[in-house]
């Protein structure tokens, strides 16, 4: 069955400290990666996507996410965060019949 | 332009009784998601419309939960008789349409407690 990993359910990180959150995906085929953000008290919402082509993807607010097809991954990434990204983080996986697979969350608390 | 809509944002209910979500989408939006996401655990979607058709119901307990979308617009998600174990976030989300391109836009949820 496909599902999704994020091995880091709570971090912990100090301001400017640089981040990488971990996303893993079992599936074959062709998939289509996200990776959305739920601020406290708000949606979630998209933070980056990759369909194709440069595996490098920016998203909003200094946010990258690298697909590496040989790890089956989809790691985030940014060089120094800030006390606004406390937020819990959810990797996606669309595979095959348009059906989204979520991981089961990252909590990601910025010390100030 | 507003958002995915979703009422009541909270819900407290003893088990057995029923309960009814009310989603109203992105004007426009063709494709509309329910989602349940249990504490400590991502979205896992229920069922999947496009326009007034359920085209992917695989995942939602029928013998309890029932959906519909008349018209193509709005959408109620009912759970009868409720149970202990429902208790969780529904979530509502609309898209454009299926084409890769098309972004999932999520409403602020439901939050069902079961007692």
């Known amino acids: 069955a496909q599902s999704v990993s994020q091995h880091n359910h709570h971090v912990i990180l100090s301001e400017a400290a640089s981040l990488e959150l971990g996303c893993n995906y079992s599936y074959g085929g062709t998939v289509n990666l996200f990776w959305y953000v739920q601020y406290p008290g708000q949606h979630l919402q998209l933070l980056l996507k990759y369909f194709s082509g440069d595996p490098l993807v920016k998203g909003i607010k200094g946010f990258e996410a690298e697909f590496i097809k040989s790890k089956f991954s989809f790691n985030l990434r940014k060089p120094s965060v800030q006390w606004s990204d406390t937020a819990e983080y959810f990797c996606a996986v669309r595979a095959g019949t348009y059906k989204y697979i979520f991981g089961t969350g990252t909590r990601l608390k910025v010390l100030a | 332009e507003a958002g995915v809509v979703q009422s009541p944002r909270y819900k407290i209910i003893e088990k057995k009784q029923p309960v009814a979500f009310w989603c109203n989408p992105i004007?426009?939006?063709?494709?509309l998601y329910w989602y349940r996401q249990n504490l400590g655990q991502g979205p896992e979607l229920l069922i999947r419309y496009e326009n007034e058709e359920a085209v992917d119901d695989s995942q939602l307990p029928k013998d309890r939960f029932s959906a519909e979308r008349l018209k193509g617009v709005d959408s109620t998600l009912k759970i009868q008789p409720a149970e202990l174990g429902d208790s969780a976030v529904y979530l509502c989300a609309s898209s454009f349409g299926l084409a890769d391109s098309y972004e999932q836009y999520f409403g602020p949820g439901t939050r069902l407690t079961v007692t």
């Open positions: 004007s426009g939006h063709n494709t």
